[in-house]
Structures are given as structure tokens and as C-alpha cells.
């Protein structure tokens, strides 16, 4: 009889058990998306009093508000947490300890001695003076420029009798700051100095950053000053200088007054990342040495013809997925993660899991999350406050169209000739699979799709713009003319080395 009555009680314990943990599992989750979506910490404290999370839901803000910052460490940092995610990188580590021992030994055989110029990097990171002297000026005038002309605007509009044409007076100024300041100042300094590949990258990627966080920082505090005198404020909220000065560092496009805090400063955190920001430097080096400059340096003794085309596009995805993989890392997460860390700055979720994407809409949410947010707030929302959400697809096509026309201007720029490679993949390939590899795309069937042709676009922009470098350092053209700059060189260019 006891038997009997132990075996009815079990499946009411269990049913009691089961009970329990969901309810378990559902506070859990309930309490993860509140400490997501909520105001952050200071720290990247795990745990939260209930006390606190019932605040945090009274302070979370609506989408229209803008965007939340919370502090929370980047993906990478809590994957290599994981050994088995920490062996791929070892596997990286080995691959490139291979294309050093590659290149010595090939140096070693042809040279008799061992060969450790890295002329490569010399030439790529040339007139570095320039650049030194060019980057100071630019953010000079980028910290100084547009926070005086706002606080002058601020100071005295709320008294104004001609507040229009005090804001647009204003306005023009700074528009002509970030046009000619900002704009062809340094397209004029990369063009005539003839800056080699990476010492442009560094001048035309800072121009373009500063012109991002100057419109950022406009953007979010006229509207404050406005309302603040609609509602007759009497005080105008004018943010400090070094609340700009900080916003100027921080690894983020989109101001605010305050971001949520480290309690201290890692520098051996600091010193790691700086190291793989260098190592991926030598490792983009060895790619070019054993993978591109081998494949392209003759490529101009061959016709052009379809063959040639699609043999050069496919040896070629293997170095452009490798160089893929490097920006990524080097910049997106060591680059931007160090100078978080020595700025304190706790939001650290500069991308996303992009490489687990089913469809192509969430890719360019997820990949460059730091862009993806400026383009968000400040072009696609601001065209659909402009024009209406009726427009909602003309908004979207005019983010591809702003990306895709920064992107191919800033390479060709620092290139030094114009050949849309990267602007016809946005426009035409990326708006396709953005529409055809869409959200209801699921399962890893897409994103096996998804990878594939990424695989391609590297191949492709790596075999096409070497080509037509090596055109033009093999057929240079006397005094050309325009039409010789937008013209593609490498169709036409036939050189015999002897």
C-alpha cells in the first residue's frame, strides 16, 4: 500500500517540479531582456536586484527616443571565453605562422639570406608626416568649429526677433565647414600629395568620421535648445565642452551628454588589442605577398577575356575572405574595443553575431553596428519624418545609395582612379539579396547561401580593383584627362615585362 501511494504522489512531484521551473525559466528570460533594453549600469555587473529592475522598466525609452546605450561586452570577448571557439583563432595564429615561414623560406632560397624589408608596408604607409600633420587639423577644426558655432546659435536664439534667419545663417556656416573644411580639404591634401593606399585610408576614414559625429552631435541638440524654448526654458541646454571632447573619442557615431562606465581601466586589455591590430597588419602583408602580388604582378601579359576573368575571380576569394575576416577583427573589434577600454566607455557591442545571418537585411544590421546606427537615426528615420512612411522603400534605397557612394569614394580617392566595383555589388547585388535573402528567410540553407556569396563579392573586389592597379602602375597615361580617371584601364592595358 505504500508502494502504491509513493507511485500516485510521483506524477503530481513532477507536475510540481515542471511548474517551478518554468516559472524559473520564464523570470529568467523576462529578466535578461529587461537588463538588455534598460538604462545601463556602470559596470558589466551580471546581477540586478528586483528593486532595480523594476526602475529600469520605468526608464526604459520608447524606439522614437533614439538609442539606448547599456554597458555590455562585445561578442568576441565572450566567445573566446569558449575553447573551442578560442582554437579558431589559434588556427589563424598557425595559418599565419605558415605564410611567414613561406615567405622566408622562399626569400631565403632566391636571395641567399634572409630578406625582412617589408617593403610592402613601407610603400602602403608612406609620407606619413603628411598624415600627421593633416589629422591634427582636421580634428581641430572639428572640435572647434562646430561646438562654437552651435553655442553661439544656442546662446542667443531664444531672444532672437529673427530666429530663421539666425538658424539658417548658422546653419550655412556649418554646412560649409563640413563641405569645404572637412570635405575637400583632405580630398585636396590625398590628391596632391599622391598619398600611398593606407596613409589615404587613414586621412579619408577620419574625414568621413568626423563629418559623421559632427552632424550627430548637431542633430541631437538643436532639437533640445528648440523645445527648451517652446517651453520656455531658462536655461538652454548647451552640452560641455568636454562632453563633446569625450563623444569625439568614443567609439560611437551618435551623441549623448553621458555613456555608461567601466569602473577602471584594463591596460593589459589595452596592450592585447593594440598587438592584434598589429598582427593583423603583418598578417594582411603576407596575404598580399604570397596570395595577390604573385597572381596579379603579370596579370597585364594576359588577354582579357571571360576565362581569365572568372579563374582570376575564384583565386582570388581566398585572400579576400582572409582580408574580410582581418578587417573585421583588427578594426571592428580590437581597434574600437581598445580605445573603449581606455575610454571607459561600457557599451562595447560594435557588431552583432552578422556571421550566423540567414538573410541579407540582417547582415547589414549586424556587421558594422556602429555605421548602422547613424545611418538608422540620421538618413533612414529622418527621411521617413521628412517625407512620410509611405516612403519607407525609397528611404531604404536612398541608405544603400549614401553607403555605397561613401564607400567607392573614399577607395577612390585613396586608389587614385574611379572604378565602381564596390558601388554597382551595393547597388545592384546587395538591394537584390537584401529583398530576396530577407527576414522570413530562416534555416542554415540561407545562410549557407548568405556565405557563398560573400565568398564571391571578395573575390570579385579583390581580383578586379588589383587589376586595375596594376594597370595603371604598368600603363600610365600622359596628362589624362577625366575621362581617362573614370575610364577602366585594366580592359585595354597590355604590358610585356622583360
Excluded at 591634427?136 to 568649429?145: A, D, H, K, R, W
Aim: glycine letters at 4%; one cysteine or more.
Amino acid at each position: 500500500m505504500q508502494l502504491i501511494a509513493e507511485a500516485e504522489l510521483k506524477p503530481a512531484f513532477m507536475k510540481e517540479v515542471d511548474s517551478h521551473f518554468t516559472e524559473f525559466v520564464d523570470s529568467l528570460i523576462e529578466k535578461s531582456v529587461i537588463l538588455e533594453s534598460s538604462t545601463p549600469a556602470s559596470t558589466f555587473s551580471t546581477a540586478s536586484s528586483e528593486k532595480d529592475l523594476n526602475k529600469n522598466r520605468g526608464l526604459r525609452a520608447p524606439p522614437e527616443h533614439g538609442k539606448i546605450f547599456t554597458a555590455r561586452r562585445s561578442l568576441l570577448d565572450e566567445l573566446f571565453e569558449l575553447s573551442h571557439i578560442r582554437t579558431i583563432y589559434h588556427m589563424f595564429i598557425a595559418l599565419l605562422i605558415i605564410f611567414i615561414l613561406s615567405t622566408v623560406v622562399v626569400d631565403f632560397i632566391d636571395e641567399g639570406r634572409l630578406v625582412l624589408d617589408f617593403d610592402l608596408l613601407v610603400f602602403a604607409f608612406g609620407k606619413s608626416t603628411v598624415v600627421a600633420c593633416t589629422w591634427p587639423c582636421m580634428f581641430l577644426g572639428t572640435f572647434i568649429i562646430p561646438y562654437g558655432l552651435f553655442h553661439q546659435w544656442a546662446q542667443g536664439y531664444s531672444n532672437s526677433s529673427h530666429q530663421a534667419v539666425r538658424s539658417f545663417f548658422y546653419g550655412m556656416l556649418f554646412m560649409l565647414f563640413q563641405v569645404i573644411g572637412l570635405g575637400i580639404g583632405p580630398v585636396y591634401v590625398a590628391v596632391a600629395y599622391a598619398l600611398p593606399p593606407a596613409s589615404g585610408f587613414i586621412v579619408m576614414l577620419e574625414q568621413v568620421r568626423l563629418i559623421m559625429k559632427g552632424h550627430s552631435f548637431i542633430r541631437e541638440n538643436v532639437p533640445r535648445v528648440l523645445s527648451s524654448v517652446k517651453e520656455k526654458s531658462s536655461t538652454v541646454p548647451v552640452p560641455r565642452i568636454t562632453q563633446y571632447l569625450y563623444f569625439l573619442f568614443a567609439p560611437t557615431l551618435i551623441y549623448r551628454d553621458s555613456y555608461p562606465r567601466t569602473p577602471r581601466i584594463r591596460w593589459s586589455y589595452v596592450a592585447t588589442k593594440f598587438a592584434q591590430v598589429l598582427g593583423s597588419l603583418f598578417y594582411s602583408y603576407y596575404i598580399f605577398v604570397r596570395l595577390c602580388i604573385p597572381q596579379f604582378r603579370n596579370i597585364s601579359q594576359e588577354p582579357f577575356n571571360l576565362r581569365a576573368l572568372v579563374l582570376c575571380i575564384f583565386n582570388s576569394i581566398l585572400p579576400g575572405i582572409l582580408m574580410y575576416f582581418l578587417i573585421f577583427f583588427a578594426f571592428l573589434h580590437c581597434w574600437l574595443n581598445a580605445f573603449a577600454e581606455m575610454l571607459r566607455f561600457a557599451d562595447r557591442m560594435f557588431y552583432q553575431d552578422w556571421w550566423n545571418s540567414t538573410s541579407y537585411a540582417n547582415y547589414y544590421r549586424t556587421w558594422n553596428v556602429v555605421v548602422h546606427d547613424w545611418l538608422y537615426y540620421y538618413a533612414y528615420r529622418d527621411i521617413l519624418w521628412l517625407f512620410g512612411k509611405k516612403f519607407k522603400a525609397a528611404a531604404m534605397l536612398s541608405v544603400f545609395a549614401i553607403s555605397a557612394a561613401v564607400h567607392e569614394y573614399v577607395l577612390a580617392v585613396c586608389f587614385g582612379y574611379f572604378y565602381p566595383v564596390l558601388f554597382c555589388l551595393f547597388m545592384c547585388f546587395g538591394m537584390v539579396f537584401n529583398f530576396i535573402l530577407n527576414d522570413r528567410r530562416k534555416g542554415p540553407f540561407w545562410n549557407v547561401i548568405m556565405w557563398t556569396s560573400l565568398f564571391l563579392g571578395q573575390g570579385v573586389i579583390i581580383c578586379l580593383y588589383s587589376q586595375e592597379w596594376y594597370a595603371h602602375q604598368y600603363c600610365p597615361i600622359k596628362n589624362p584627362t577625366f575621362l581617362d580617371y573614370m575610364k577602366p584601364r585594366s580592359w585595354t592595358c597590355r604590358h610585356v615585362q622583360i
